[in-house]
């Protein structure tokens, strides 16, 4: 059943460039439609929230409901497995737990969060912050797509209320578990089975500008340019550097880059680059930061540059729910999957979820370490011990 859903619904958004589901297009409502379908036969309550996330749920005799679940949206040119995995693993598992346990105690549901990728609109995690009341009021009206599409007129396109939106708020969430790929190559590499999620870094994202002279190409000798572009390479490398010289898990990328005015025949003016750092741990991450920031300071003087730096998200690191993790690791023991502890390489839904309710995440590996590509792939028996692992841990937590 699991693998049937995982090519069902990957095939939904499918192009010969990889997947294209971004949230309130056509694939998107196809695969909303689907999910309905498959909750429908699988004996649970269907719903979508106001902000579209669709809901399965089985009911039960007490309070509290305990949730899993994933995005369904992708990125550009992305693969089948990064949130969809989570979505219908945890769909499975529900199934599965209905089918031989009857009704549980409390609540159980499975989530297929509309937008964690920030792929169509600027609305980062708008599922989950449906969810928490995070969403400010005045977003369906002011954020737009590439092609000027309001999120609101996309909202209504796909039968939902914008001023509806306040109404997808949940008060109700005792637990959410989330069943992700790894997307990095630890457990693949290891010969893990499941990564138990301690912590997802917080990202630190700042712009690097620098200005130099802009100047005529061929009769501007070489040892009297300022050029842009040669001195933000050199800070490029060498906090790359500095980075590879930290070691794992630190990571940063340097991966937006505008040049000005980006002619072959005039040396640059102006040279922009994105830095993207991150570090379980916040300490390690901002000494980082402050070696990030040195090595521009140095660079410019040595080149004859200005160099200006604004930080543009600065995320606390989010911690896992440690009687979760207890809960996942006993699970994984009792279905015969060896396991590790590790913190997450990407950011997620649950980083977010962590910050009003108990949550935790279990990763299954990532053939290659590959993600956000068409090559992304978890093989069929890693999928189905993952879901295992999920559905033997919400039976912990619902009966
Ligand atoms: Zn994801």
């Not at 009341?133 to 939902?160: K, S, Y």
């Not at 109700?172 to 290891?190: S, Y």
């Given at each position: 059943m699991l693998g049937t859903y995982v090519e069902e619904l990957g095939a939904l958004g499918e192009t010969p460039d990889g997947m294209y589901r971004f949230m309130y297009d056509e694939a998107w409502q196809q695969a909303r439609d689907a999910l309905l379908r498959w909750i429908d036969d699988a004996g649970l309550e269907g719903r979508v929230d106001a902000v579209g996330n669709v809901f399965g749920r089985l009911p039960g005799s007490g309070d509290g409901v305990v949730l899993t679940g994933s995005h369904v949206d992708t990125v550009p040119s992305g693969g089948k497995y990064d949130g969809a995995l989570g979505v219908v693993g945890g769909l499975a598992a529900l199934a599965a737990l209905r089918a031989q346990h009857g009704t549980p105690v409390?609540?159980?549901?499975?989530?297929?969060?509309?937008?964690?990728?920030?792929?169509?609109?600027?609305?980062?995690?708008?599922?989950?912050?449906?969810?928490?009341?995070?969403?400010?009021?005045?977003?369906?009206?002011?954020?737009?797509?590439?092609?000027?599409?309001?999120?609101?007129?996309?909202?209504?396109?796909?039968?939902?209320?914008?001023?509806?939106?306040?109404?997808?708020?949940?008060?109700?969430?005792?637990?959410?578990?989330?069943?992700?790929?790894?997307?990095?190559?630890?457990?693949?590499?290891?010969?893990?089975?499941?990564?138990?999620?301690?912590?997802?870094?917080?990202?630190?994202?700042?712009?690097?500008?620098?200005?130099?002279?802009?100047?005529?190409?061929?009769?501007?000798?070489?040892?009297?340019?300022?050029?842009?572009?040669?001195?933000?390479?050199?800070?490029?490398?060498?906090?790359?550097?500095?980075?590879?010289?930290?070691?794992?898990?630190?990571?940063?990328?340097?991966?937006?880059?505008?040049?000005?005015?980006?002619?072959?025949?005039?040396?640059?003016?102006?040279?922009?680059?994105?830095?993207?750092?991150?570090?379980?741990?916040?300490?390690?991450?901002?000494r980082l930061l402050d070696t990030v920031h040195r090595i521009c300071a140095t660079v410019a003087e040595r080149h004859g540059v200005e160099v200006e730096i604004v930080r543009d998200k600065d995320e606390e690191p989010a911690t896992m729910d440690a009687d979760l993790l207890d809960v996942l690791r006993g699970s994984a023991e009792e279905c015969g999957a060896s396991w590790r502890r590790m913190p997450s390489g990407a950011g997620h839904d649950s980083q977010l979820m962590a910050s009003r309710v108990p949550t935790a995440m279990v990763f299954v590996p990532s053939v290659e370490g590959r993600s956000h590509t068409p090559a992304e792939y978890t093989s069929p028996a890693d999928c189905v011990r993952g879901a295992s692992v999920l559905a033997t841990a919400l039976h912990h937590l619902a009966w």
């Open positions: 409390r609540t159980l549901e499975v989530v297929a969060l509309c937008e964690e990728e920030s792929s169509r609109f600027p609305a980062n995690f708008f599922g989950t912050r449906g969810m928490l009341g995070l969403i400010a009021p005045d977003e369906p009206d002011r954020l737009r797509d590439r092609e000027g599409v309001l999120l609101a007129d996309a909202m209504r396109q796909a039968g939902l209320d914008p001023a509806a939106v306040a109404s997808a708020e949940r008060h109700d969430l005792r637990a959410f578990l989330e069943l992700h790929i790894e997307q990095g190559r630890v457990l693949a590499d290891e010969g893990v089975d499941v990564g138990l999620v301690e912590v997802i870094p917080g990202i630190a994202w700042e712009t690097v500008t620098v200005r130099g002279r802009q100047d005529h190409a061929g009769a501007t000798p070489m040892d009297l340019r300022r050029d842009a572009l040669q001195a933000a390479a050199q800070m490029a490398r060498e906090i790359t550097t500095a980075v590879e010289q930290e070691g794992r898990p630190a990571v940063v990328t340097t991966g937006r880059w505008t040049v000005e005015p980006g002619q072959p025949s005039i040396v640059p003016g102006l040279a922009r680059f994105s830095v993207d750092l991150r570090h379980p741990d916040l300490g390690v991450r901002d």
